[in-house]
């Protein structure tokens, strides 16, 4: 028989059961909050990655430093912002994709892949002279060679050492280098005549007080300019960051730099510096010995002025795993020399349009027009000493830029932030 | 101890039939509203469901999948993936194309889709 106050015991079950109800409503309602959120926030990663997917497939139909609204899939759900613009040698891809709150930026560094035809070794233009080769020199790969062809020979007390003079493909070249990639000169002699984008922030380089910039490539170019030298000692430049000088640019051992681009007519790299930057002047180029640059590095020197016969100097022990290239453009006679080092060593490819004093080792793939030998004893015209020039040295995973043939294959070449 | 005994001998003034009914009411009401949750907490499996296939396609995506164009991922055997893979190319552009990926259960109904624009370096070769 049921007592009274069962009422209330009644009521205090109803309680219970109505705290254990409320907790599994909130419960599942978080449940469900998260999964929406997971869903959403895989979606607009999944569609940034496409709408990077998309500049590399369109790069040469996207007009640079334009930014893009693309409905990927016609859906009015899927919208990536998407903006390519140049950056020295290789072109930066932001894309930005965008749902409900969320949002997600995918940015790399896009560059050519290196196909298998392009892999070669040695082009050495036709200066109807035969290649000599010396001592313990390596060629390895496909060379293009002039027609007297390759020969052994003799020099500062040394023979060949070698079995093969080339290990690869031999092919005869023509009397002129393949031209340079045109469409990379042209952005490039901009930022050297201080020709600025329209979208750069400018700053007057001693105006700037701080020691250290670190700057993303989702917001607009930071040029740090000066009209007189600029001296990058003791300071951290970081990422969308353009130093421009009208006359000299010192980079310091003690300096940061990564991703940054430097113009300027000379520039000289100090002993021991080690960073990821792309230099560019037009009037010479100085890589102290052991500096070290990482990947993607480039050294671009479009010579248009009469003076420094030794325009680029990648001195002893230094390395550069990049692009290294020198043009001529202004006066095709103008005495113009490229030296690499002993015990230099480039990995990537090399593109000369002058003489080549080459003594260290390239892993990757050198255009030349003239090896030029300057020993203590005398100087022999295209002679190669105890060099190394190895195609198979270089990884396969190389993305580099369309020196000579403008490619619209693209490929990552590293992730930006 | 007057006031102790007059509490013990008290007659309680409760209508123990009407309450038993109230208390019934309220039990029964609040369990019908218990089973309306609990339900709901089970039906929640479809959500579990879709999230299993979302991850599905995650992992297809991860292994590169699609650029075999077969799948290969030790998935649950009441799932179905079907990967379309857009013949044309997306956009007029030769070297990208539109991948689909969708997820089904065994009744055919589709938990899951994805789409995703693929890059083919190379592709006019």
């Known amino acids: 028989m049921l007592r009274a106050y069962s009422i209330l015991h009644a009521l205090i079950i109803a309680l219970l059961i109505a705290t254990v109800s409320g907790g599994l409503i909130m419960y599942f309602s978080l449940q469900q909050k998260l999964a929406a959120h997971y869903l959403w926030k895989n979606r607009v990663i999944e569609n940034s990655h496409s709408g ?110 070698g079995n093969e003079l080339v290990n690869g493909e031999k092919r005869t070249s023509q009397k002129r280098l393949p031209p340079l990639n045109e469409s990379l000169k042209k952005v490039n002699l901009a930022y050297l005549n201080a020709d600025f984008g329209a979208t750069d922030s400018v700053v007057q380089f001693d105006d700037w007080q701080g020691d250290t910039l670190r700057h993303s490539f989702a917001h607009k170019t930071v040029v740090l300019t000066e009209t007189g030298p600029i001296r990058l000692a003791g300071i951290t430049l970081e990422g969308n960051v353009i130093v421009v000088s009208q006359t000299e640019v010192n980079i310091g051992s003690d300096a940061i730099l990564n991703d940054l681009i430097v113009y300027a007519p000379t520039v000289y790299i100090e002993a021991g510096f080690e960073g990821a930057i792309q ?29 420094t016969t030794d325009a680029l100097v990648l001195s002893e022990k230094s390395r550069i795993a990049g692009v290294v290239f020198c043009q001529k453009i202004a006066d095709g006679r103008l005495p113009l020399r490229v030296v690499i080092e002993k015990d230099a060593l480039v990995e990537g490819q090399v593109y000369v349009d002058a003489e080549l004093d080459m003594k260290g080792r390239i892993y990757g793939s050198l255009y030349c027009n003239k090896f030029n030998l300057k020993t203590p004893s005398s100087v022999y015209e295209n002679h190669l000493l105890n060099v190394e020039i190895n195609a198979d040295s270089l990884s396969d995973h190389f993305v580099g830029v369309g020196l000579v043939n403008e490619s619209a294959e693209k490929a990552i070449v590293k992730w930006l932030q | 101890m007057a006031a102790m005994k007059r509490w013990r001998t008290q007659r309680l003034k409760a209508a123990s039939l009407l309450e038993s009914l109230a208390a019934m009411v309220i039990i029964t009401g609040s369990f019908a509203g218990g089973m309306i949750i609990y339900l709901n907490v089970v039906g929640s499996n479809r959500l579990d469901a879709r999230l299993v296939a979302e991850r599905i396609i995650d992992l297809e995506i991860n292994q590169g999948a699609f650029l075999q164009e077969e799948m290969h991922s030790g998935m649950p055997t009441d799932l179905g993936l079907e990967l379309t893979v857009d013949s044309g190319n997306y956009n007029g552009a030769v070297n990208l194309r539109t991948v689909q990926y969708t997820v089904t259960n065994k009744l055919g109904k589709k938990l899951a889709e994805r789409q995703l624009i693929h890059y083919r370096p190379h592709a006019e070769d």
């Open chain 1, 279 to 307: 230099v560019f002047a037009d009037e010479s180029i100085h890589v102290s010995e052991g500096v070290r640059l990482r990947y993607p590095s480039t050294l671009g020197l479009y010579k248009r002025t009469a003076g």
């Open chain 1, 52 to 161: 990077l997917q998309l500049i590399m497939g369109q790069s040469g139909r996207m007009e640079s430093g334009k930014e893009a609204l693309v409905d990927l899939f016609d859906n009015q759900k899927d919208s990536v912002r998407l903006v390519k613009k140049n950056w020295g040698l290789f072109e930066v891809a932001v894309s930005e994709a965008m749902a409900r709150e969320h949002r997600h930026q995918k940015m790399a560094l896009l560059g050519t892949p290196l196909l298998p035809e392009s892999r070669l070794a040695l082009y050495l233009a036709e200066q109807n002279k035969p290649l000599a080769l010396c001592g313990k020199t390596i060629l390895k790969g496909t060379c293009y060679l002039p027609r007297s062809g390759v020969k052994r020979a003799y020099i500062e007390g040394q023979n060949f050492e």
